[in-house]
């Protein structure tokens, strides 16, 4: 039925029913892992007696931040970790990540990433754009990598043979496809990965891009070996509350090290004000299970929206997810461009901006980017954005309630329409 608050189009509203028809059975199983879940964080909440006071935060340089100490314990035993950095100053998943990476390699090092090229903002980290900003490649570190097989695969022989060749310190594994069309890394895969680098090469740290990855299964990637994961707090676990920040979770004595990456050797965890930020990371842990839920149930909707309209989406409305990105080949950048804009118009921020594609800091090619979001980036909140290049296709993700993301996606399509660059319209 049409909504007097958002008419749509009569043969959008017909496709959104058929679209809803195929979201039935999928959405039985998010339902289930978000339960399972929600159970694993709560007794996180309760094992770790949180109490009000964990609240207070800290000022200056954050002596004795009880709270700050019970949210890195929630978070590790919610990740099944051994510990965990969960901070406010950690600006983006880019500089969790890089903290991480820095904490852990030194000089003559060699990282190697064996998910194919990493995520593009981690270009300028590792050194493979730009010179003398004080990249890993600056300090001395090698990179090596394994590309992936054709059908997105790690390809394990290669891996092998790389480790048997030369000493790696630090094997990198990026579970989400990023600006890619490979399929992302379930835990499963992610396990197999670590236990073969683990066999070949025992001292080598293995290290887990896991953004968008969060509590989409019932494990993480640290449940099945891995010795370090690493996320943003505007993503999955921050549940749309956090204001900022990152984690980095896994083996004690490497996030040890992070946490004097990030703030000073000798003083690591110990130090960090939390001034008014503890109890929104609390919370937005607390709701994390059920908003991913809420992101995926849109992800899924729009592909099974996109599928009935005639367009190629991945993953397929069936196909089971380890995070929460959709993606949708569009085809042309025009069509890019309205769809973000769509997307946009549908959303509670902002919704009167038209985005334009611009040259964002870290990537390589004009980028367009829709986020109307109570957050600035947040894209656990709705939001799409698409390099503008071949295939043009847009990577769609998060949504806090499924009734509004389904919503911003019926505008994408409404917007794509009103362009006349719906497919068949
Ligand atoms: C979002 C993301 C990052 C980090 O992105 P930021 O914009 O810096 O927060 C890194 N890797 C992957 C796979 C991501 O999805």
Redesign the pocket.
Known sequence: MNSPFFPLDEKLLRAADTAAERCRQPFEQIDAVSQWNSAKVLAAFTRNHVAAEHFAGSTGYGYDDRGRDALDRVFADALGAEDALVRHNFV????T?ATALFGVLRPGDTMLCCTGKP?D??DEVIGLRGEGMGSLKDFGVNYRQVDLKPNGAVDKEALSAALRSERVKLVHI???R?YSLRPSLTVEAIGEICRLVHEVSPFTVTLV?N??GEFVEKTEPTDAGADLIVG?L??NPGGGMAETGGYIAGRAALVALAANRLTVPGMGKEVGPTLSQLQGMFKGLFFAPHVTAQALKTAVFAAALFETLGYEATPGPDAPRTDIVETIRLGTPEALIAFCRGIQQGSPVDSFAAPEPWDMPGYACKVIMAAGAFIG?S?IELSADAPLREPYAVWLQGGLTFETGRLGVLAAAQALLEAGLLKDS
């Open positions: 983006s998943g880019t500089h990540i995520y903002t981690l990026q579970r989400s990023g891009d953004c968008y943003s505007i993503k980036g894209s």
